[in-house]
Structure formats: structure tokens, C-alpha cells
């Protein structure tokens, strides 16, 4: 074949750097002078570059033989059935924003992910090798994903980790940077990854034998504490919180008198969850003598009188003597002493009132709110079912939709120390009174998937919000809560509401269309979900015949 005339004249002398430029400003603008401009000046350029190319590779020096990896540790868990390995790859191929706009009655898989995970890793599965690389992409861009996604990748992920920067993060997230930690009987490797460990590794470490045996983890802590820093010893000290024990005592004592700040407040918040202790018993003394019952007036009701001043006794004991901006100074110091005492005391002090009672007595001088949400801390922070109860009332009472003393927030709190059937119900009680408006919060905190009545609640909630006409998107956020958390079976109750309603006169335009729309993605995700946990369903063993 005869050569073009360009391609005969090809200049294979010309830098790499001009042929570059010559290719990204297109030859009509850019055509260098040794060649005449035409049709066959690209066919030049390529065929230069395939020149340049060749002599480029042909005097690189041979790179060093790199050591090669050790080899991944074997997983022994099951492998995925085939159909649930098909549905994690849709799911993880699937980007948020990925189609722009409205997302119509598509369901959102990426916030299927996270419940696909927890359903693979109870059934005890192993992530399929080809998409490690893809979950730990989506780990990566989601901290909420991570202990899910990294217990379901298995050690094959940690290998990875070592190997790309990016995944980095799996080494952080995992107890010890995903090293092996010292078993029960290794005593002397123990003592020597904690005097010679990195902090992560010593964490994971103190971790683990918190869990393990408390009183040798506290014991290993003490070896030590005096030499630490300030920050150590503060994430140190946070570990006891698992397995917070009487015999903790006397070492979180010694702690309150730690140079950090930081550390005596959290030795103090450790120490007054033991209501047995001697701080308990001191803060139940300073609130004690702070609120009283007022018989003078007929019927009984709460004073309180604040503390006029925060002694040292107290900043030993973790209270905080400078008080936020726009706070008192003495309703700062109330409100510490009262959460910090134990909830059993305030029967005895109150006249042997139950908490009910206690909390339905009016308190004089607008100190209410301050008490209360001071209680509402103590029953978080004792995991007091009965005091949070009592602080949340009944769900049908006015107060519980609207400002008062206990808060949204507080109220989500004080129902997660409620068994999840109860929380459910008392959840459900409330969006029956006052509906939708403030229940994001309380939802949150129930039990996936939702119980029967508060499933039910909350669709006809969204149907009374529906035949209202407005718009469904002031609903945005519980409508994607009960695509996560709506029992499946709910799928078959919710057809009807998918048809486009009639357009009343009062109705936002084109209102129905949008919650048509709404509940059809709902229907979908919910079969969708279904779908998920039959494929991932343990099949029952084949049992043998019987032996005639």
C-alpha cells in the first residue's frame, strides 16, 4: 500500500509534548509547519504518535521486581445464593442523583442498602469477591454504612485496604487497625501491645477486655494512667462505659481529680449512672436540699430554690461552674445537680410520691421546664423506664404535640430506654392524637420493622394528609422512613391508596397526582424488601429419610 503524502512526510522527530498538543487543539488549529495542511494531517499525527509511542516504551528501564502481597485470609462464611449476589450488585450500582430530578415511583436503593447488609450479615454470608471494590466505594462515601459493610466484606476487605489509600478508612474503623488482638490466655502479649502499642491498637485493646472481663481491662488502665495524655485518657476513660460496674468505683474517684477538665466530667457523668455511689449519694444531697414539696398552700406543689454558688466541692464532683451564653448561672447548677442525682431519691424526698405523681406535682416560680428536662437527662443517662414514663405521659395529652417542658428530642430519648414494643405503642398513640408533624424524631427511634399499630398509624396519618390536599412533600422525610421500616406485608393495604384521588376544591393542583406517585414508590419498595429477605432466606436442611 502506498503511503498518503502526509504520512510519507511524517516528522517522527517531533516531541511528545508537541504531538499532545497537536491532538487536543485538533490539526485545523494547530498543524505544524514541516506538514501541509489537508485531510491526511490526523492520519500524520496518529501515525507519529504511534512512532513516539514505540520509541518511548522501547527506552524505559525495567522497573524493580516488587515483593508480592501476602495472600487475603480465607473467609469461611457461606457464599451468597446466587439471586441475593444479583440484587447487592443492582443495589450498589445504583448512585444517588444518579437520573437527576424527581425520582417518580423508582425505589431508592442506596437506602436499601444498609438494611440488605444487616440482613446478610445475620444470615452469617460472605460479600462476593468481585464486589469488594464497589462496597468499599459506597462505605467510603457513607460513615452509616461502614460496620455493616465492612462485617459483611470479611478480611478479604482489610487485604484490599492495605493495598489502595482510598479504603484506608477500613483499617481505622476495624478494633486495632484489623490486626489479630491478644486471646484471654496471652497475658504477656497483652501487657506488651498495651506499653507498646499505636493508640488505635491499645483502644481496640481496652476495648475488647472491657467486654471481655471489665476488671482486667480497668486494672490494665491503671498501670498506665498517670503516664498518659490528657486526650488518652479521656477516650480511655470512655470505654468503661460498657459493663459500668460498682467495683469502677474507687478508680473513676481518683479520676475526678484528674488534671483534664474533660476527663473529670466524664468520671463525674460515669460515677452518678451508679446510683450506689458516693457521688450519687453527694448530688442527691445538693439536689435534695434544692426541691421540696410546698404543703402551705393547700394543694402540694414543687419550690425550688437554686444554688447560690458552685464551691469546689462541686466542680470535684463534674459540675461545670460557667454556664452557657443566655443561661443562668443557677439554673445552670440546678439543672447539673438534679441530673446527676439518682432517680430513686426523689420518692423519699417527695413524700413517697411515685414518679407519676411527682412529675404531675406544679412546680411554683417557672422552674418546671428547667426540672423537668433535668429528669428527662437523669432517665436517659440511668436508663430509668419508669421515670421516662412518667415524663412522657400519656401520648393522647395535649402537651405532648406542642412546646413544653420534654422536648421532640427528649421524647426520642426517654422512648429508647422502653422496651420496642412499648415504644411502638406509645409512638403510635401519639401520631393517632397529633398526627405527623412532630413524629420524624420518635419514629426514628422505633424498633425496624415497625409493629403492626404503628405501622398502621402512620399510613393513615399519610391518608388523612393525602385527602387534606396539599402537597405530599412537607411528608418527604416519614414517607422515606416507611419505605425502610413499614412491615412488607402493609405492601397489599396500600394498592388503594395509589390510585389518583378526585381533586377536591380546596386541593393544592395537582396534589393527588404527586401522592399517586408516592405511595406507588412506597408499594414498590416494600415488595422490593420482601423480595430481599426471601432471597436471602436460610433454606431448611434436607433432612434424611427416615430408617424404616
Not at 436 to 454: D, K, T
Not at 459 to 480: E, H, K, N
Not at 485 to 511: K, S, V
Request: proline share 10%.
Amino acid at each position: 500500500m502506498n503511503a498518503t503524502p502526509a504520512s510519507a512526510g511524517v516528522p517522527v522527530e517531533s516531541s511528545w509534548e508537541e504531538l499532545v498538543t497537536v491532538a487536543l487543539l485538533g490539526t485545523e488549529r494547530r498543524t505544524p509547519p514541516v506538514w501541509a495542511a489537508g485531510r491526511e494531517v490526523p492520519v500524520a499525527v496518529l501515525d507519529a504518535a504511534a512512532v513516539a509511542t514505540l520509541r518511548r516504551r522501547a527506552g524505559m528501564r525495567p522497573g524493580r521486581a516488587a515483593v508480592r502481597p501476602e495472600p487475603a485470609a480465607p473467609d469461611p462464611r457461606r457464599p451468597l445464593p446466587p439471586a441475593a449476589a444479583r440484587r447487592l450488585a443492582v443495589l450498589l450500582a445504583d448512585r444517588p442523583g444518579a437520573g437527576g430530578g424527581r425520582r417518580g415511583t423508582a425505589p431508592d436503593l442506596m437506602e436499601l442498602l444498609p438494611q440488605w447488609l444487616a440482613l446478610a450479615d445475620a444470615q452469617g454470608f460472605a460479600a462476593p469477591p468481585e464486589t469488594l471494590p464497589a462496597l468499599l466505594d459506597a462505605a467510603r462515601g457513607r460513615t452509616d454504612l461502614r460496620p455493616a459493610a465492612l462485617a459483611f466484606a470479611g478480611p478479604r476487605a482489610l487485604w484490599l485496604a492495605r493495598l489502595n489509600p482510598d479504603w484506608r478508612f477500613a483499617l481505622r474503623s476495624m478494633p486495632g487497625g484489623g490486626a489479630a488482638l491478644p486471646g484471654p490466655d496471652e497475658p504477656e502479649r497483652t501487657q506488651r501491645l498495651w506499653q507498646e502499642g499505636l493508640f488505635a491498637e491499645r483502644v481496640a485493646l481496652l476495648t475488647a477486655l472491657r467486654a471481655r472481663r471489665p476488671a482486667t481491662a480497668r486494672e490494665l488502665l491503671a498501670t498506665t494512667w498517670g503516664t498518659e495524655r490528657a486526650e488518652d485518657r479521656l477516650m480511655f476513660l470512655d470505654s468503661l462505659r460498657s459493663g459500668l460496674e460498682p467495683a469502677d468505683e474507687p478508680f473513676l474517684e481518683r479520676a475526678l481529680t484528674d488534671r483534664s477538665r474533660n476527663v473529670r466530667a466524664t468520671a463525674a457523668e460515669l460515677l452518678s449512672a451508679l446510683p450506689g455511689s458516693a457521688l450519687a449519694a453527694r448530688m442527691a444531697a445538693r439536689a435534695g436540699s434544692c426541691v421540696a414539696v410546698d404543703r402551705t398552700q393547700g394543694a402540694p406543689s414543687i419550690v425550688v430554690e437554686a444554688p447560690h454558688e458552685c464551691d469546689a466541692s462541686m466542680e470535684r464532683d463534674g459540675v461545670v461552674p460557667k454556664a452557657p451564653a443566655g443561661r443562668g448561672e443557677r439554673s445552670w447548677w440546678l439543672g447539673q445537680l438534679v441530673e446527676a442525682a439518682p432517680l430513686g431519691a426523689w420518692p423519699r424526698r417527695l413524700g413517697g410520691r411515685t414518679p407519676v405523681e411527682i412529675v404531675a406535682l406544679p412546680v411554683t416560680d417557672d422552674w418546671r421546664n428547667e426540672l423537668h428536662a433535668a429528669w428527662c437527662r437523669a432517665a436517659v443517662r440511668q436508663r430509668d423506664p419508669g421515670w421516662s414514663r412518667a415524663l412522657l405521659g400519656a401520648p393522647s395529652a395535649a402537651e405532648a404535640g406542642g412546646p413544653g417542658a420534654v422536648s421532640p428530642a427528649e421524647r426520642s430519648k426517654l422512648l429508647a430506654t422502653l422496651g420496642p414494643a412499648e415504644r411502638a405503642e406509645w409512638v403510635a398513640g401519639f401520631i393517632a392524637t397529633h398526627g405527623l408533624s412532630e413524629a420524624f424524631q420518635l419514629l426514628g427511634v422505633c424498633a425496624v420493622p415497625w409493629a403492626e399499630p404503628l405501622g398502621r398509624a402512620v399510613v393513615d396519618a399519610l391518608d388523612i394528609a393525602r385527602d387534606a390536599g396539599s402537597y405530599p412533600w412537607s411528608f418527604s422525610g416519614v414517607m422515606g422512613l416507611a419505605e425502610r421500616c413499614l412491615d412488607p406485608l402493609e405492601a397489599g393495604r396500600l394498592d388503594a391508596l395509589t390510585a389518583i384521588p378526585d381533586e377536591t376544591e380546596n386541593a393544592a393542583p395537582g396534589a393527588g397526582g404527586y401522592w399517586s406517585e408516592a405511595f406507588q414508590r412506597l408499594v414498590t419498595t416494600l415488595r422490593l424488601r420482601a423480595e430481599m429477605t426471601a432471597e436471602l432466606a436460610v433454606p431448611e436442611p434436607e433432612r434424611s429419610p427416615a430408617m424404616p
